[in-house]
T-cell receptor, first 110, second 113 residues
Framework: EDQVTQSPEALRLQEGESSSLNCSYT??????LFWYRQDPGKGPEFLFT?????EEKEKERLKATLTKKESFLHITAPKPEDSATYLC???????????WGAGTKLIIKP | DTEVTQTPKHLVMGMTNKKSLKCEQH?????MYWYKQKAKKPPELMFV???????INESVPSRFSPECPNSSLLNLHLHALQPEDSALYLC????????????FGPGTRLTVT
């Protein structure tokens, strides 16, 4: 069964304290892995698409990496405005729709 | 421009009301989606339109009726909803239905009383 698990559920960091969010997946075949950011009461904001193991993408303080079993979203020197829920979604070969993780709620304290 | 717009932002309706949610995109995307999201849960797919035709209905109750008047517009007609239908309703679009880089709108917060 296709499955996506995100950890931790919540992460509290001090401003400037770097860390990583994890998205582990079990799928029959991977067409793509997607990271989104979601602020409370708003729609998910697309961040990155990763297609193959070894691929990396960066945007400002965020860097996404992909292996055959998991993806990491590294956040470097975060600021309070980076506080949000980060969602990971996978498009498997066996399914026409995205399989979503439950998300990681990131809180950055000033 | 990767903008998807949705109206209204908030909607309160009684169980006997009929209302509609609207979504618009001008990115030239040919696939459009309706999702439902409950608090602290990921989005849940409801419908997929591909080239203005309904291609996927995820066994959604008939009190939800989608419509795609043209390639830029997507509506969701609501009738006789239940309180448990209260949620954030999200519209998304992508180049095609096999391109899963989806761009989401801000959502409509629906409350059914």
């Amino acid at each position: 069964e296709d499955q996506v698990t995100q950890s931790p559920e919540a992460l509290r960091l001090q401003e400037g304290e770097s860390s990583s969010l994890n998205c582990s997946y079990t799928v029959s075949g991977l067409r793509g892995l997607f990271w989104y950011r979601q602020d409370p009461g708003k729609g998910p904001e697309f961040l990155f698409t990763l297609y193959s193991a070894g691929e990396e993408k960066e945007k400002e303080r965020l860097k996404a990496t992909l292996t055959k079993k998991e993806s990491f979203l590294h956040i470097t020197a975060p600021k309070p405005e980076d506080s949000a829920t980060y969602l990971c979604a996978v498009h498997p070969d066996s399914n026409y729709q995205l399989i979503w993780g439950a998300g990681t709620k990131l809180i950055i304290k000033p | 421009d990767t903008e998807v717009t949705q109206t209204p932002k908030h909607l309160v309706m009684g169980m006997t009301n009929k209302k509609s949610l609207k979504c618009e995109q001008h990115m030239g995307h040919r696939a459009m989606y309706w999702y439902k999201q409950k608090a602290k849960k990921p989005p849940e797919l409801m419908f997929v339109y591909s080239y203005e035709k309904l291609s996927i209905n995820e066994s959604v109750p008939s009190r939800f009726s989608p419509e795609c008047p043209n390639s830029s517009l997507l509506n969701l007609h609501l009738h006789a909803l239940q309180p448990e239908d209260s949620a954030l309703y999200l519209c998304a679009s992508s180049w095609t239905s096999s391109s899963y880089e989806q761009y989401f709108g801000p959502g409509t917060r629906l409350t059914v009383t």
